[in-house]
C-alpha cells in the first residue's frame, strides 16, 4: 500500500501563490515577494563579496535611522 503522509514541501504551486495573494492585499499587486530568511542569510555568509556588500547596507540603513 503506498505511503500517504504528507510531505514537508517548500515549493509553493500556483494555487498557494493566487491564495497569499487573496490574502495580503488582493490581486491588484503586481508583484509579491516570498522569501526564506535563513536561506537568504546563509547564501550571503557563504560569499564573501556578498557579506561585504550587506553589510555594508545595513550600515546605511543604521545611519539613516539614527537621523
Known sequence: ???LTPKNSQTLTSSDIENLALRFG???NDY???VNK???NNTI???ALLKE???ELNTQV??????
Open 1 to 3: 500500500m503506498n505511503n
Open 26 to 28: 488582493g490581486k491588484s
Open 32 to 34: 509579491i515577494e516570498i
Open 38 to 40: 535563513q536561506q537568504n
Open 45 to 47: 555568509n557563504k560569499y
Open 53 to 55: 556588500i550587506n553589510n
Open 62 to 67: 543604521s545611519s539613516i535611522n539614527d537621523r
